[in-house]
Protein backbone atom coordinates (compact mmCIF):
# COMPACT_ATOMS: atom_id res chain seq x y z
CA UNK A 1 0.00 0.00 0.00
CA UNK A 2 1.54 3.36 -1.10
CA UNK A 3 1.75 5.35 2.38
CA UNK A 4 -0.31 8.70 1.94
CA UNK A 5 0.69 12.19 3.13
CA UNK A 6 -0.18 13.36 6.25
CA UNK A 7 -2.06 16.37 7.23
CA UNK A 8 -1.83 18.81 9.90
CA UNK A 9 -5.52 19.79 11.69
CA UNK A 10 -4.89 22.07 14.22
CA UNK A 11 -2.55 20.22 16.81
CA UNK A 12 -2.87 16.62 15.48
CA UNK A 13 -1.34 14.94 12.46
CA UNK A 14 -3.89 13.06 10.53
CA UNK A 15 -2.10 10.48 7.87
CA UNK A 16 -0.30 6.87 7.74
CA UNK A 17 0.92 5.60 11.55
CA UNK A 18 -0.58 8.79 13.29
CA UNK A 19 -3.93 7.77 16.23
CA UNK A 20 -6.85 8.09 14.31
CA UNK A 21 -8.61 11.09 14.81
CA UNK A 22 -12.29 11.18 15.46
CA UNK A 23 -14.53 13.91 14.58
CA UNK A 24 -17.85 13.71 17.10
CA UNK A 25 -20.54 14.77 14.56
CA UNK A 26 -23.15 16.71 16.45
CA UNK A 27 -24.59 17.83 12.64
CA UNK A 28 -27.93 19.39 13.65
CA UNK A 29 -29.07 17.11 16.39
CA UNK A 30 -29.12 20.36 18.27
CA UNK A 31 -32.90 20.98 17.21
CA UNK A 32 -31.89 24.46 16.35
CA UNK A 33 -31.38 25.21 20.27
CA UNK A 34 -27.98 26.49 21.24
CA UNK A 35 -27.85 24.71 25.09
CA UNK A 36 -28.32 21.35 23.45
CA UNK A 37 -25.62 22.23 20.86
CA UNK A 38 -23.55 23.27 24.00
CA UNK A 39 -23.89 19.98 25.84
CA UNK A 40 -23.07 18.10 22.98
CA UNK A 41 -19.52 19.40 22.99
CA UNK A 42 -19.49 18.75 26.67
CA UNK A 43 -20.50 15.56 25.25
CA UNK A 44 -18.16 15.04 22.82
CA UNK A 45 -15.06 16.29 25.18
CA UNK A 46 -16.24 13.56 27.70
CA UNK A 47 -16.65 10.53 24.96
CA UNK A 48 -12.94 11.42 24.10
CA UNK A 49 -13.60 12.96 20.51
CA UNK A 50 -10.55 15.07 18.90
CA UNK A 51 -13.22 17.30 17.26
CA UNK A 52 -16.84 18.31 17.44
CA UNK A 53 -18.46 19.42 14.26
CA UNK A 54 -21.82 20.85 13.60
CA UNK A 55 -23.42 22.43 9.74
CA UNK A 56 -23.83 26.27 9.42
CA UNK A 57 -26.26 26.93 6.95
CA UNK A 58 -29.04 29.26 6.11
CA UNK A 59 -32.33 26.98 4.97
CA UNK A 60 -33.72 30.15 2.80
CA UNK A 61 -30.04 29.52 0.43
CA UNK A 62 -29.45 25.99 0.71
CA UNK A 63 -33.11 24.53 -0.16
CA UNK A 64 -35.66 25.63 -2.34
CA UNK A 65 -38.97 26.68 -1.13
CA UNK A 66 -40.50 23.43 -2.61
CA UNK A 67 -37.41 20.55 -2.29
CA UNK A 68 -38.79 17.82 -0.45
CA UNK A 69 -36.99 16.06 2.17
CA UNK A 70 -35.79 12.82 1.34
CA UNK A 71 -37.22 9.39 2.21
CA UNK A 72 -35.10 8.45 5.69
CA UNK A 73 -36.16 12.18 6.70
CA UNK A 74 -39.57 11.98 5.98
CA UNK A 75 -39.63 8.54 7.56
CA UNK A 76 -38.59 10.27 10.68
CA UNK A 77 -40.83 13.42 10.89
CA UNK A 78 -39.36 15.71 8.82
CA UNK A 79 -41.67 18.03 7.56
CA UNK A 80 -42.86 17.99 4.12
CA UNK A 81 -39.84 20.50 2.57
CA UNK A 82 -36.40 20.24 3.02
CA UNK A 83 -36.95 24.13 3.90
CA UNK A 84 -38.94 24.00 6.83
CA UNK A 85 -36.85 21.19 7.98
CA UNK A 86 -33.65 22.97 7.57
CA UNK A 87 -35.18 26.45 8.75
CA UNK A 88 -35.72 24.69 12.31
CA UNK A 89 -32.56 23.25 12.97
CA UNK A 90 -30.75 26.83 11.86
CA UNK A 91 -28.73 28.49 14.42
CA UNK A 92 -27.57 31.89 14.74
CA UNK A 93 -23.73 33.43 13.99
CA UNK A 94 -24.26 34.60 17.79
CA UNK A 95 -24.88 30.84 18.40
CA UNK A 96 -21.95 29.40 16.62
CA UNK A 97 -19.77 32.09 18.32
CA UNK A 98 -20.65 30.70 22.15
CA UNK A 99 -20.21 27.25 20.28
CA UNK A 100 -16.84 27.91 18.80
CA UNK A 101 -15.77 29.65 22.27
CA UNK A 102 -17.14 26.76 24.18
CA UNK A 103 -15.40 23.71 22.56
CA UNK A 104 -11.93 26.17 22.36
CA UNK A 105 -12.71 26.66 26.25
CA UNK A 106 -13.05 22.38 26.73
CA UNK A 107 -9.94 21.34 24.41
CA UNK A 108 -12.02 20.14 21.92
CA UNK A 109 -11.43 21.60 17.93
CA UNK A 110 -14.41 22.62 16.50
CA UNK A 111 -15.35 21.96 12.76
CA UNK A 112 -18.54 22.87 10.74
CA UNK A 113 -19.67 21.99 7.33
CA UNK A 114 -20.94 24.94 5.22
CA UNK A 115 -23.26 24.94 2.28
CA UNK A 116 -22.51 28.21 0.89
CA UNK A 117 -19.69 30.29 0.07
CA UNK A 118 -21.34 32.43 2.65
CA UNK A 119 -21.85 30.15 5.32
CA UNK A 120 -17.26 29.35 4.33
CA UNK A 121 -17.27 33.41 5.07
CA UNK A 122 -19.32 32.83 8.04
CA UNK A 123 -17.17 29.71 9.70
CA UNK A 124 -13.71 31.51 8.67
CA UNK A 125 -14.67 34.09 11.15
CA UNK A 126 -14.65 31.02 13.85
CA UNK A 127 -11.35 30.19 12.69
CA UNK A 128 -11.73 26.59 12.81
CA UNK A 129 -8.67 24.29 12.40
CA UNK A 130 -10.23 22.43 9.39
CA UNK A 131 -13.03 23.00 6.61
CA UNK A 132 -15.23 20.06 6.07
CA UNK A 133 -17.07 19.63 2.69
CA UNK A 134 -20.54 17.21 2.71
CA UNK A 135 -20.79 14.75 0.27
CA UNK A 136 -23.27 16.28 -1.88
CA UNK A 137 -21.15 19.87 -2.58
CA UNK A 138 -18.19 17.68 -4.09
CA UNK A 139 -19.10 18.73 -7.34
CA UNK A 140 -19.64 22.28 -6.32
CA UNK A 141 -16.93 23.83 -7.51
CA UNK A 142 -17.34 27.39 -6.19
CA UNK A 143 -17.62 26.26 -2.56
CA UNK A 144 -14.78 23.82 -3.54
CA UNK A 145 -12.40 26.67 -4.75
CA UNK A 146 -13.35 29.35 -1.76
CA UNK A 147 -12.54 26.17 0.31
CA UNK A 148 -9.38 25.75 -0.81
CA UNK A 149 -8.18 29.55 -1.04
CA UNK A 150 -8.77 29.37 3.15
CA UNK A 151 -5.39 27.91 3.02
CA UNK A 152 -7.01 25.75 5.79
CA UNK A 153 -7.01 21.72 5.58
CA UNK A 154 -9.97 20.44 3.59
CA UNK A 155 -12.32 17.49 4.34
CA UNK A 156 -14.29 16.26 1.47
CA UNK A 157 -16.86 13.37 1.81
CA UNK A 158 -16.80 11.71 -1.26
CA UNK A 159 -20.80 9.83 -0.18
CA UNK A 160 -22.72 8.93 -3.39
CA UNK A 161 -20.15 9.60 -5.81
CA UNK A 162 -18.43 8.21 -9.13
CA UNK A 163 -14.64 7.71 -9.32
CA UNK A 164 -14.66 10.66 -12.04
CA UNK A 165 -16.34 13.07 -10.02
CA UNK A 166 -13.77 12.26 -6.95
CA UNK A 167 -11.04 12.30 -9.63
CA UNK A 168 -12.56 15.68 -10.86
CA UNK A 169 -12.76 17.25 -7.31
CA UNK A 170 -8.84 16.15 -6.06
CA UNK A 171 -7.90 17.70 -9.47
CA UNK A 172 -10.09 21.16 -8.91
CA UNK A 173 -8.70 21.39 -4.98
CA UNK A 174 -5.06 20.98 -6.62
CA UNK A 175 -5.16 22.98 -9.20
CA UNK A 176 -6.25 25.52 -5.87
CA UNK A 177 -2.90 25.05 -4.10
CA UNK A 178 -4.55 22.65 -1.84
CA UNK A 179 -3.33 19.12 -2.61
CA UNK A 180 -1.18 18.81 -0.05
CA UNK A 181 -3.86 19.61 2.85
CA UNK A 182 -7.03 17.15 1.31
CA UNK A 183 -8.70 14.34 3.21
CA UNK A 184 -10.47 12.34 1.50
CA UNK A 185 -13.88 10.79 3.36
CA UNK A 186 -14.88 7.36 1.92
CA UNK A 187 -18.53 7.84 3.06
CA UNK A 188 -22.37 5.69 2.26
CA UNK A 189 -24.91 8.26 1.21
CA UNK A 190 -27.52 5.72 3.20
CA UNK A 191 -29.12 6.40 6.66
CA UNK A 192 -28.51 4.11 8.36
CA UNK A 193 -25.71 2.28 6.32
CA UNK A 194 -25.89 -1.50 6.46
CA UNK A 195 -22.39 -3.11 7.32
CA UNK A 196 -22.43 -4.96 4.33
CA UNK A 197 -23.25 -1.48 2.14
CA UNK A 198 -20.12 -0.41 4.06
CA UNK A 199 -17.45 -1.13 1.55
CA UNK A 200 -14.66 -0.35 3.21
CA UNK A 201 -12.23 -1.48 0.82
CA UNK A 202 -12.97 2.06 -0.97
CA UNK A 203 -10.89 3.48 2.08
CA UNK A 204 -7.38 1.79 0.31
CA UNK A 205 -8.79 2.77 -3.19
CA UNK A 206 -9.28 5.91 -2.43
CA UNK A 207 -5.32 6.18 -0.85
CA UNK A 208 -4.09 4.68 -3.61
CA UNK A 209 -5.66 6.74 -5.83
CA UNK A 210 -5.09 9.96 -4.62
CA UNK A 211 -1.81 9.86 -2.02
CA UNK A 212 -4.12 11.20 0.22
CA UNK A 213 -4.98 10.68 4.19
CA UNK A 214 -8.25 8.63 3.80
CA UNK A 215 -10.75 8.43 6.58
CA UNK A 216 -14.56 7.04 6.84
CA UNK A 217 -17.73 9.04 7.40
CA UNK A 218 -20.10 5.98 9.56
CA UNK A 219 -23.69 6.02 9.04
CA UNK A 220 -24.04 2.65 10.20
CA UNK A 221 -25.65 1.48 13.49
CA UNK A 222 -23.05 -0.57 14.61
CA UNK A 223 -20.39 0.56 17.47
CA UNK A 224 -17.72 -1.56 16.11
CA UNK A 225 -17.70 -0.47 12.54
CA UNK A 226 -15.01 2.57 13.24
CA UNK A 227 -12.68 0.13 14.31
CA UNK A 228 -13.56 -2.06 11.04
CA UNK A 229 -12.61 0.99 9.62
CA UNK A 230 -9.46 2.11 11.03
CA UNK A 231 -8.23 -1.09 10.32
CA UNK A 232 -8.99 -1.25 6.69
CA UNK A 233 -6.31 2.42 7.16
CA UNK A 234 -8.83 5.08 7.83
CA UNK A 235 -6.86 8.32 8.87
CA UNK A 236 -10.15 9.82 10.56
CA UNK A 237 -13.49 8.96 11.30
CA UNK A 238 -17.05 10.75 11.72
CA UNK A 239 -19.45 9.67 13.53
CA UNK A 240 -23.17 11.04 13.87
CA UNK A 241 -23.99 11.38 17.93
CA UNK A 242 -26.74 12.95 19.69
CA UNK A 243 -27.86 13.18 23.70
CA UNK A 244 -31.22 11.29 22.73
CA UNK A 245 -31.49 8.90 19.80
CA UNK A 246 -35.44 9.27 20.22
CA UNK A 247 -35.89 13.20 19.81
CA UNK A 248 -37.78 14.27 17.07
CA UNK A 249 -35.28 15.57 14.31
CA UNK A 250 -33.89 13.54 10.75
CA UNK A 251 -30.14 12.24 12.19
CA UNK A 252 -30.98 11.29 16.19
CA UNK A 253 -32.19 7.75 14.73
CA UNK A 254 -29.14 6.62 13.55
CA UNK A 255 -26.74 8.36 15.91
CA UNK A 256 -24.79 7.28 18.72
CA UNK A 257 -25.90 8.52 22.30
CA UNK A 258 -22.84 9.53 24.34
CA UNK A 259 -21.88 6.27 26.52
CA UNK A 260 -21.79 4.55 23.21
CA UNK A 261 -20.17 6.75 21.31
CA UNK A 262 -17.37 6.70 23.93
CA UNK A 263 -16.85 2.93 23.31
CA UNK A 264 -16.27 3.61 20.22
CA UNK A 265 -14.06 6.03 19.94
CA UNK A 266 -12.21 3.59 22.26
CA UNK A 267 -12.65 1.02 20.19
CA UNK A 268 -11.30 2.60 17.14
CA UNK A 269 -8.04 4.00 18.57
CA UNK A 270 -7.10 1.02 19.74
CA UNK A 271 -7.57 -0.91 16.58
CA UNK A 272 -5.39 1.94 14.90
CA UNK A 273 -2.93 1.81 17.85
CA UNK A 274 -3.04 -2.15 17.05
CA UNK A 275 -1.39 -0.86 13.40
CA UNK A 276 1.62 0.25 14.05
CA UNK A 277 3.91 1.90 11.89
CA UNK A 278 3.93 -0.84 9.53
CA UNK A 279 7.78 -0.65 9.08
CA UNK A 280 8.83 -4.31 9.55
CA UNK A 281 10.25 -4.45 12.90
CA UNK A 282 9.70 -6.07 15.97
CA UNK A 283 7.99 -4.61 18.81
CA UNK A 284 10.36 -3.48 21.79
CA UNK A 285 8.03 -5.53 23.95
CA UNK A 286 9.60 -8.50 21.86
CA UNK A 287 12.95 -8.11 22.99
CA UNK A 288 13.53 -10.40 25.96
CA UNK A 289 11.47 -13.12 24.07
CA UNK A 290 13.50 -12.67 20.68
CA UNK A 291 17.20 -12.69 23.04
CA UNK A 292 16.29 -15.47 25.67
CA UNK A 293 14.21 -17.53 23.21
CA UNK A 294 16.55 -17.44 19.77
CA UNK A 295 19.54 -19.50 20.13
CA UNK A 296 23.58 -19.21 19.49
CA UNK A 297 26.35 -21.02 18.20
CA UNK A 298 28.13 -23.00 21.24
CA UNK A 299 31.47 -25.01 21.05
CA UNK A 300 29.90 -28.13 21.08
CA UNK A 301 33.69 -29.11 22.85
CA UNK A 302 36.68 -28.08 23.90
CA UNK A 303 37.97 -26.47 21.33
CA UNK A 304 42.26 -25.64 21.48
CA UNK A 305 43.12 -22.23 20.07
CA UNK A 306 44.59 -22.60 16.43
CA UNK A 307 41.65 -25.26 15.39
CA UNK A 308 39.45 -24.87 12.50
CA UNK A 309 36.00 -24.57 12.92
CA UNK A 310 34.37 -27.59 11.58
CA UNK A 311 30.22 -28.61 11.71
CA UNK A 312 31.01 -31.63 14.20
CA UNK A 313 32.49 -28.95 16.76
CA UNK A 314 29.59 -26.78 17.37
CA UNK A 315 26.09 -26.90 18.21
CA UNK A 316 22.85 -24.15 18.68
CA UNK A 317 21.69 -23.24 22.33
CA UNK A 318 20.01 -20.58 24.21
CA UNK A 319 20.29 -17.87 24.75
CA UNK A 320 20.88 -16.02 21.49
CA UNK A 321 22.93 -13.49 22.34
CA UNK A 322 25.98 -14.81 20.46
CA UNK A 323 26.65 -15.10 16.89
CA UNK A 324 23.38 -16.84 15.48
CA UNK A 325 23.34 -19.71 13.43
CA UNK A 326 22.39 -17.58 10.45
CA UNK A 327 25.93 -16.81 10.23
CA UNK A 328 27.34 -20.61 10.58
CA UNK A 329 28.34 -20.38 7.03
CA UNK A 330 30.77 -17.49 8.08
CA UNK A 331 31.79 -19.36 11.11
CA UNK A 332 32.81 -22.41 9.39
CA UNK A 333 36.33 -22.79 8.07
CA UNK A 334 37.80 -19.87 10.56
CA UNK A 335 40.38 -20.72 13.23
CA UNK A 336 40.36 -19.60 16.62
CA UNK A 337 42.80 -17.47 18.35
CA UNK A 338 41.81 -18.62 21.75
CA UNK A 339 40.51 -22.02 24.24
CA UNK A 340 37.22 -22.12 23.56
CA UNK A 341 35.63 -24.26 26.70
CA UNK A 342 32.53 -26.69 25.99
CA UNK A 343 29.46 -25.01 25.98
CA UNK A 344 30.58 -21.43 25.33
CA UNK A 345 28.92 -18.88 22.76
CA UNK A 346 31.16 -18.24 20.20
CA UNK A 347 32.06 -14.74 19.42
CA UNK A 348 33.64 -12.70 16.39
CA UNK A 349 36.49 -11.88 18.67
CA UNK A 350 37.18 -15.39 19.15
CA UNK A 351 37.89 -16.44 15.51
CA UNK A 352 40.80 -14.84 13.20
Request: aromatic share 6%; hydrophobic share 45%.
Amino acid sequence: MVPSATVQIGKSAVGDAQPVYVIAEAGVNHNGDVDTALRLIDAAVAAGADAVKFQIFSAARLAGPDAPPCEYQRAHGAPTSQFEMLKELELSPDDFQKLAAHANDAGIAFLATPFSTDDLSRLRDLKPPAIKIASPDLINFPLLDAAAQTRLPLIVSAGAATTPEIDRAVERIAANGAAGRLILMHCVSSYPTRPAEARLNRIAFLRQRHNVPVGFSDHTLREGVGAWAAAAGASILEKHFTLDRSAKGPDHFFSLEPPALARYIAAAKEAAASLGRGNGDFAESESDVRRLSRVSIVADRAIPSGATLTADALSFRRPGEGIGPDRLDEVIGRRTNSDIPADTPLAWSMLE
